[in-house]
Every structure is written in C-alpha cells, then in structure tokens.
C-alpha cells in the first residue's frame, strides 16, 4: 500500500466542501413506528405493539443526498415522487437539509415509495412497503430525464442510486450515462440488480451480495470475488470496483490488480442501516476532492464507521470523520 497520510486526508476531507454532487435514482420515504410489546393479541399470536414514537427519515437516493449535504458537498437530486404525503414529506426534508431538490418531478400515476418500519425492544416486528416498481409514464420519463440534463452544468459528479423501483429503466439508465459522458462528469453507480445500463461508469459500489446476483459468480473466496468483479467491469467497459463487505470494510478493484483489502475501523455498532448511502456519498466527494481510490476507501470506511455508531439511520460529518482518521488508517495498513 502506498504511503497514507493523515494530514493529507485531512486535507482532502476540508475540499470535499462544497463540492456539487448530483445524486439521481429512486428515492423512499422511511417510517418508523417504536414501541414496547409486553403481551400478545387474543386475536391472533402476533405480539401486540404499544406505540410510543412515530418519526420519518430519508431513504433511498434522498439519503444518499442526505449524507452528502453532511459531509459537506453540495447535494442536488433528481427523482420521481408522487403527488401525495410521503412525495410531499421528503420534498419538505430534503428542503430542511438546504439540498437541491428542484429535480424532483411529481406524478400522480404512481405512489412515492414508502417502507414502515415497526420496531420494539430495539428489533423489527414487521415491515410495511408500498411502492410501484412499474416505469413511468412516458411523459414523466421524459420530465424527469429534462431534469437531469438541467442539473449537469451545475454538478461535478453524479452519483446513481438503482433500487429497482421502475424509474431507472434500461433505457432510461442508457440515455443519462450518455448525457454524462458527453458533459464527461465522472459517475458513481450504487447498483442492487443490474450494471449493464451503466456502461462508462467511473466506480461501481456494490455489496458482496450485489457482486454475487448481478455477476453469477458465488462468492466464496478472494478468487471468486476477483471473477465476479471482473465480469462487472467487462459489462461497463471498465472503471473501477468497491466491493462493501459489511464489518470486514471493501475490497478494492482498480486498473489491473486483483484486489486490495481495506479493513474497517472495529466499532461498536448500534445500527447498519444507512451505511452503504454513507460509504457512496464519501467515496465520490474523496474521488472529486482529488483523493486515490485508497484514499477515498479509508475516508468512507471512517464515515461508515461514525454512522453505524449511531441508532437509525444516520449520517456523519466532516469533523466526525476526522477524529476516526488514525484509526481508519492503521486498520487500512493491518489489512495491507
């Protein structure tokens, strides 16, 4: 591993300031209903929840905005919601958060996607989705890809959020990577099913299991990793790899080599919800701030590490990330 430097890092962490990140894919809208359960209902044998606290938080591509905007970039979005509460709610957080969301496109032939969490004694009994994973109208899909190429002039790199959930068609998927590479801004995939649309993306971010569905390859060993990565990067003409490995941080895959372990920072983890929008949103303000993909790997796994400390879905800042710098780096450097 070549030399890593904290105060280097530090520095690259200051110029991830106000980067502009465009973040484009599907956005959700995350209910939680908390509560105690303390006997089982007579009607049926499910556990009877009293609720004490209802709260919403962003999903989704939102999220990735979200955690853009905290680590100090300059966060704009472009989605399709519906014309309803839960489109109106994240609308309304995105605002709080002062993100660009000027690229949401409202529709009323489709619901915004809406997942209810109910959790008691810190576990979740149930969860309630409602969504449409059918495309768009045409009109839609042209407003809402109108609103992409608005964004571009103002953006530095595009991050693409793919949850499966209609929007981002094939089709759709193959005309805005050619709208980005004509304005040649580098973009960061987060895939969850398919990486074929997504030819001349600059990194792809999947997890181990995302490597192993959309590759084929069952991922065993080292070795059947370096396959299935490469069977990715043949279907996007190259670019580079992050594989997140959960606890065990990512591996990275860049030029020829066959992969470089970065191990995370041992934290006590409270939740992991959130922590791949996290890593995805530090990883392409590293990149853009002029970090190497090393470089950008141990600020992202220190950034996952500050949020999985924390309860729900949460996001870390600038400052956090700082203090998680040294041992972000030394677990980087046991790895190698």
């Known amino acids: 591993m070549a030399a890593i430097r904290r105060e280097r890092l530090e520095r690259i962490l200051e110029r991830m300031a106000d980067v502009p990140v465009l973040i484009v894919g599907d956005v959700v809208l995350d209910e939680y209903v908390v509560g105690s359960v303390d006997r089982v209902s007579p009607e049926a044998p499910v556990p009877v929840v009293h609720v004490q606290e209802e709260r919403v938080a962003l999903g989704g591509a939102a999220n990735v905005a979200r955690n853009v905007a905290a680590l100090g970039g300059r966060a704009m979005i472009s989605a399709v919601i519906g014309d309803d509460a839960a489109g109106n709610e994240i609308a309304r957080l995105l605002d709080d958060l002062g993100i660009d969301a000027s690229g949401l496109v409202v529709t009323s032939g489709r619901p915004t996607t809406r997942k209810t969490r ?31 190429e608005r964004a571009l002039p103002a953006a530095r790199t595009v991050i693409v959020e793919d949850y499966g959930k209609g929007v981002l068609t094939r089709n ?8 980005f590479r004509a304005a040649e801004i580098p973009v ?28 084929g390859v069952s991922i065993r060993t080292p ?9 990715l990067r043949r279907r996007v003409g190259g670019g580079d790899v992050v594989v997140t490995r959960g606890g065990e941080g990512m591996t990275l895959f860049e030029g020829d080599d066959h992969g470089i372990e970065v191990p995370t920072v041992a934290q006590e983890v409270f939740d992991v919800q959130g922590a791949g929008d996290t890593t995805v949103a530090a990883l ?3 990149l853009r701030a002029g970090a190497r993909l090393i470089e950008a790997a141990i600020i992202a796994n220190a950034a996952a590490g500050v949020v999985v400390g924390k309860a729900g879905t949460a996001t870390a800042s600038r400052r956090e990330v700082k203090k998680l710098l040294a041992r972000s780096i030394a677990a980087a450097r046991g790895g190698a």
């Open 188 to 215: 960061v995939v987060d895939p969850k099913s398919t990486v074929t649309p997504y030819r001349g993306a600059s990194l792809l971010k999947p997890n181990l299991r995302e490597a192993e569905a959309i590759s």
């Open 118 to 148: 109910v959790v008691a004694r810190s576990q979740q009994v149930v969860r309630l989705d409602r969504e449409s994973v059918a495309p768009p109208i045409p009109a839609v899909g042209r407003r809402f890809a109108a609103s992409v």
């Open 284 to 286: 392409a303000l590293a």
């Open 172 to 179: 759709m998927a193959a005309k805005l990577m050619k709208q």
């Open 223 to 231: 070795e059947d990793l370096a396959k299935a990565v490469a069977r």
